[in-house]
């Protein structure tokens, strides 16, 4: 990359990459935060159900937690500020995507804005404009239930902290050159055609998609084992690592059903 830039151009281009990743960090833990929890229960029993089993509790788990219904909330004005579950649901989970989205915009139009208008009358108005108005949707995210999923580190003072993180690198984003910008476009161009016409193909992902799915193929069925015993696709996609799935794929002989 040296030989293609100057190393001033270079810094910019690297700064413009790790900005712009750690708001989407921001972004995401914003978002996250405030969802419901999924049905987990695959997950925790897969090691010691079988896949008949597993579809037959998960369905069953379903229809007693209430889960899956989305129909059941309903949106009011009174339930956007007051909300009356203390857990996450579908509805304020939506409620908060909306509303991060739209801050998100804010905050670009807010920083463009910052940076271009200097201290003219009119920048000045819409700057506050656009305070007011970001500061109330972060109180709307504020008021919606938080998920109480424990983990090993939880982001404290939650919506603030990401959205003055968001704040903080879309500004020093909207601080560099043009040019910068244009090269950051080009290279994202690239990078979009390599993964939409290569990477989204063969990716690990994809790759242990694929290995979970059982493939007939001439009366024989993939599957995989560990320690000698035949593994859902659900345990698979769960307990084994992508890279050791491979050496345990065997060919087994299936009775075709008449």
């Not at 000698?228 to 059903?257: H, I, S, V, Y």
Request: proline share 5%; hydrophobic share 45%; aromatic share 12%.
């Amino acid at each position: 990359m040296a030989f293609l830039f100057d190393l001033k151009d270079l810094v910019d281009l690297m700064s413009i990459g790790t900005l712009l990743a750690y708001t989407l960090v921001a972004a995401c833990v914003l978002v996250l935060r405030y969802q419901p929890e999924q049905p987990s229960l695959a997950y925790e029993r897969a090691n010691t159900l079988d896949e008949s089993e597993l579809t037959e509790s998960v369905s069953n788990s379903d229809s007693q937690t209430g889960i899956l219904p989305f129909g059941e909330d309903k949106f009011s004005i009174k339930g956007l500020f007051f909300p009356e579950n203390s857990n996450p649901t579908h509805l304020s989970g939506f409620a908060v995507n909306i509303c991060a989205s739209s801050l998100g915009l804010l905050v670009f139009v807010f920083c463009v804005v910052a940076v271009q208008g200097g201290m003219e009358t009119w920048s000045v108005v819409l700057l506050i404009f656009l305070a007011v108005l970001s500061a109330f949707i972060t109180f709307i995210i504020w008021r919606q239930p938080e998920s109480k999923t424990k983990l090993s580190f939880k982001v404290p003072l939650l919506p603030i902290i990401p959205v003055v993180s968001m704040f903080v690198n879309v500004y020093l984003m909207m601080q560099l050159d043009r040019g910068t910008w244009i090269r950051f476009a080009l290279w994202m161009l690239i990078g979009f055609i390599i993964y939409f016409g290569y990477g989204i193909r063969h990716s690990t992902e994809g790759a242990l998609r694929h290995a979970g799915t059982e493939t007939t193929l001439n009366g024989y069925k993939q599957t995989s084992s560990l320690n000698g015993d035949p593994m859902a696709p659900e345990k698979e996609a769960f307990l084994t690592d992508p890279n050791e799935l491979e050496p345990r794929n065997q060919w087994n002989e299936e009775e075709g059903e008449s």
